[in-house]
């Protein structure tokens, strides 16, 4: 995949701004499109839009085909006449800077209930249906039966109890309303030369429809319950590693049907985004396997992935591959040998980029790259820099010395050690790399108060805002004179 040269901002559904608790894709989505466009930004990024859990990681979803019902924006619901305007009375409307889950969830529900009643089945619906049967029944049939035992995990489902059929219409309902949204607003993007880079996960949630109907393809035991889990070991992210908790892949069972769960899973992220960014490529190549039920992913082991025959299936059914490899982690030769044989670019991240000969620096980069400054996985660079300085201040941390000194030299950060983050900014767009992104929380300048995730930690996290009065105009002039000044202000990626 070739990019031309351009930039971009990182801005997950959830942190848009508006009413009712949670960003969405409502009027606020496309304030966001036109606020691109003024800023002379051309790419979109955004994270996984699945059905989310407990702890609301879009990484950790119970479908790998469906859309979140907490994006379903209510104003559109009453555009399209399936709610009355008084219905939104008593929505959590106040705009804050971060996400209240618990009560969007439950406002999202009653409001999609409401509007189910109104639903009567017509063309549109039954073309959707017949579109999406591959994965629509599997996933209806699942959160029917989720609700018929009361929340249970799917190990625990009493073979006893049937879906309700109004459960199962109702769940289908939902995913017609999110898919008509997302085309609303990916036309909207279309129409202003704005492109959507999505994310896809690289496992599934153990609790998921994919799972439940498609056990076979996963590392389980006889109780359905995971033999192995997925993670990484001890990195810069995270010094115990990071344990997922989801379950591994029966590679050979996959490559025997053709990898066709996820030949359907991919090509239907095709069809909603322009740009796909695929999370933790390394896990292709060999993947960090973690027996079940430990607390930490110190004691896993590396295990092969599918390597080439993989993707010369996904060439070989998909045609062009418009694939951004997330190779970050501890990435091996065969990791990158993997990525340049399909001709996939793949990321660096500024707040990296200052150890000794770091490919992350941007005097290190390659023309067929993404740069960012951090991404949702990172502190904030602002964040990030106060971090880095009061640490090297403590006198006996050397790394964060190195660091520090190296960054205040290599971009050029003054003695006052004002905005920071636009220096990392600039440095990104002044690079040979084909795409800068950078998140909206470094635009605004804002601290690690609005970091978006942490890794390690389960709780707390996704849950920053964007307030439309933090986005003034003189941040959009400012991004779009840089933007135009570094010659990212193309038309196109391709």
Same mark, same amino acid.
């Given at each position: 995949?070739?990019?031309?040269?351009?930039?971009?901002?990182?801005?997950?559904?959830?942190?848009?701004?508006?009413?009712?608790?949670?960003?969405?894709?409502?009027?606020?989505?496309?304030?966001?499109?036109?606020?691109?466009?003024?800023?002379? !930004?051309?790419?979109?990024?955004?994270?996984?839009?699945?059905?989310?859990?407990?702890?609301?990681?879009?990484?950790?979803? *119970?479908?790998?085909?469906?859309?979140?019902?907490?994006?379903?924006?209510?104003?559109?619901?009453?555009?399209?006449?399936?709610?009355?305007?008084?219905?939104?009375?008593?929505?959590?409307?106040?705009?804050?800077?971060?996400?209240?889950?618990?009560?969007? *969830?439950?406002?999202?529900?009653?409001?999609?209930?409401?509007?189910?009643?109104?639903?009567?089945?017509?063309?549109?619906?039954?073309?959707?249906?017949?579109?999406?049967?591959?994965?629509? !029944?599997?996933?209806?049939?699942?959160?029917?039966?989720?609700?018929?035992?009361? #929340?249970?995990?799917?190990?625990?489902?009493?073979?006893?109890?049937?879906?309700?059929?109004?459960?199962?219409?109702?769940?289908?309902?939902?995913?017609?309303?999110?898919?008509?949204?997302?085309?609303?607003?990916?036309?909207?993007? #279309?129409?202003?030369?704005?492109?959507?880079?999505?994310?896809?996960?690289?496992?599934?949630?153990?609790?998921?429809?994919?799972?439940?109907?498609?056990?076979?393809?996963?590392?389980l035991g006889r109780n359905g319950r995971p033999r192995t889990v997925g993670g990484v070991p001890p990195d810069y992210f995270a010094r115990d590693g990071q344990l997922w908790g989801t379950p591994t892949y029966r590679w050979d069972r996959l490559e025997k049907v053709g990898y066709q769960?996820?030949?359907?899973?991919?090509?239907?992220?095709?069809?909603?985004?322009?740009?796909?960014?695929?999370?933790?490529?390394?896990?292709?190549?060999?993947?960090?396997?973690?027996?079940?039920?430990?607390?930490?992913?110190?004691?896993?082991?590396?295990?092969?992935?599918?390597?080439?025959?993989?993707?010369?299936?996904?060439?070989?059914?998909?045609?062009?591959?418009?694939?951004?490899?997330?190779?970050?982690?501890?990435?091996?030769?065969?990791?990158?040998?993997?990525?340049?044989?399909?001709?996939?670019?793949?990321?660096?991240?500024? !707040?990296?980029?200052?150890?000794?000969?770091?490919?992350?620096?941007?005097?290190?980069?390659?023309?067929?790259?993404?740069?960012?400054?951090?991404?949702?996985?990172?502190?904030?660079?602002?964040?990030?820099?106060? #971090?880095?300085? !009061?640490?090297?201040?403590?006198?006996?941390?050397?790394?964060?010395?190195?660091?520090?000194?190296?960054?205040?030299?290599?971009?050029?950060?003054?003695?006052?050690?004002?905005?920071?983050?636009?220096?990392?900014?600039?440095?990104?767009?002044?690079?040979?790399?084909?795409?800068?992104?950078?998140?909206?929380?470094?635009?605004?300048?804002?601290?690690?108060?609005?970091?978006?995730?942490?890794?390690?930690?389960?709780?707390?996290?996704?849950?920053?805002?964007?307030?439309?009065?933090?986005?003034?105009?003189?941040?959009?002039?400012?991004? #779009?004179?840089?933007?135009?000044?570094?010659?990212?202000?193309?038309?196109?990626?391709?």
């Amino acid at each position: 995949m070739k990019i031309e040269r351009s930039s971009g901002i990182l801005l997950h559904i959830t942190s848009l701004p508006g009413g009712f608790g949670i960003g969405d894709l409502g009027p606020d989505s496309r304030w966001f499109v036109d606020a691109l466009v003024e800023a002379k !930004q051309k790419v979109w990024c955004f994270l996984p839009l699945g059905t989310t859990g407990r702890e609301n990681s879009p990484y950790q979803s *119970r479908s790998a085909f469906a859309g979140n019902p907490l994006l379903i924006s209510p104003e559109e619901l009453v555009k399209e006449g399936y709610l009355h305007a008084r219905d939104l009375q008593g929505a959590p409307r106040s705009e804050s800077a971060y996400v209240d889950f618990p009560r969007a *969830r439950q406002f999202k529900e009653e409001i999609l209930r409401k509007a189910f009643r109104h639903f009567s089945e017509d063309k549109k619906f039954r073309h959707f249906e017949e579109a999406n049967s591959g994965w629509l !029944q599997r996933f209806a049939d699942f959160m029917a039966l989720r609700e018929a035992n009361r #929340g249970k995990k799917w190990p625990a489902f009493d073979p006893r109890i049937k879906p309700k059929l109004e459960a199962i219409r109702y769940h289908k309902f939902v995913q017609y309303v999110f898919f008509r949204q997302w085309e609303t607003l990916r036309t909207y993007c #279309g129409e202003r030369g704005i492109l959507l880079m999505g994310d896809m996960p690289f496992y599934i949630e153990h609790d998921s429809a994919d799972v439940w109907s498609h056990p076979e393809f996963f590392d389980l035991g006889r109780n359905g319950r995971p033999r192995t889990v997925g993670g990484v070991p001890p990195d810069y992210f995270a010094r115990d590693g990071q344990l997922w908790g989801t379950p591994t892949y029966r590679w050979d069972r996959l490559e025997k049907v053709g990898y066709q769960w996820w030949l359907d899973r991919l090509r239907m992220a095709m069809t909603m985004t322009d740009v796909l960014r695929l999370d933790h490529f390394r896990g292709f190549e060999a993947y960090w396997s973690v027996p079940a039920g430990h607390s930490t992913a110190r004691r896993g082991h590396w295990v092969k992935g599918p390597g080439a025959k993989f993707f010369q299936a996904l060439r070989g059914k998909l045609g062009k591959l418009p694939f951004v490899a997330e190779n970050l982690g501890i990435v091996t030769p065969e990791v990158e040998a993997l990525r340049h044989k399909f001709g996939m670019p793949g990321m660096a991240v500024l !707040q990296f980029g200052f150890d000794d000969n770091n490919t992350h620096r941007p005097s290190n980069y390659e023309r067929e790259l993404v740069a960012f400054t951090g991404t949702h996985d990172n502190d904030t660079t602002l964040g990030w820099w106060r #971090g880095v300085r !009061q640490a090297a201040r403590n006198g006996r941390n050397r790394v964060a010395r190195m660091k520090a000194r190296s960054a205040r030299s290599f971009l050029q950060i003054g003695d006052h050690e004002r905005e920071p983050e636009w220096s990392f900014i600039q440095a990104v767009h002044a690079s040979v790399a084909a795409l800068a992104v950078v998140p909206m929380q470094d635009v605004l300048g804002l601290g690690s108060e609005a970091r978006m995730n942490t890794p390690g930690r389960a709780r707390g996290n996704w849950r920053w805002r964007l307030l439309k009065k933090q986005l003034r105009e003189g941040h959009l002039k400012r991004l #779009g004179d840089l933007t135009e000044a570094t010659g990212r202000d193309g038309k196109t990626v391709n």
